[in-house]
């Protein structure tokens, strides 16, 4: 007999956006002292590394300019299940980025590579990190992927 109600089930993988703000292409060349040696293709090929090893798709995206990113965080909100961004700069005084993560009705974590608390005065306050599920600062390329695994997380314990 033939069940005609057997459906093959198909298991999404959760898409999470990565978000790389203003200066991060400079990475290796800009201060690798305070920022690593690693280049952003060497941060994204870890993170898509650490993606596959956790079953998650990844969209990574990179714009020095603050309305791309706002577009990209609009679209991260209808296409993906969450959201890891490092703002670079536009941390500390970018409303119009605040308020486009405000609105995302998607878990969201800010990432730094280094600690903008023992930084410079103007780097140690975040406009972004009110609106956020949390903040991981100071751990060069592995802020990277302990987000990941924190928006992995997130994921998870909503289910």
Sequence with gaps: ????FQREVIVMSPKIMVL??????MLGEREPRVYGKLTLDDINNMLQERA???????????????????DEIQEAQVE???????????????YA???ALQAANIPVVEIHLSNIYSREPFRRHSVIS????????GFGPRSYLLGLEAV????????
């Excluded at 090893?53 to 990844?58: A, R, T, V």
């Excluded at 992995?152 to 289910?159: A, D």
């Design 130 to 137: 009110p609106v956020v599920k949390g903040v991981i600062s």
């Design 1 to 4: 007999m033939i069940d005609i």
């Design 20 to 25: 790389h703000g203003p200066n991060l292409n």
């Design 97 to 99: 980025l605040r308020d």
């Design 52 to 70: 596959l090893h956790l079953g998650i798709e990844l969209t990574i995206r990179h714009s020095n300019h603050e309305g791309v990113l706002v």
């Design 80 to 94: 993906c299940s969450g959201l890891l961004i490092n703002p670079g700069a536009l941390s500390h005084y970018s």
């Design 152 to 159: 992995f997380y997130l994921l998870n314990e909503s289910e």
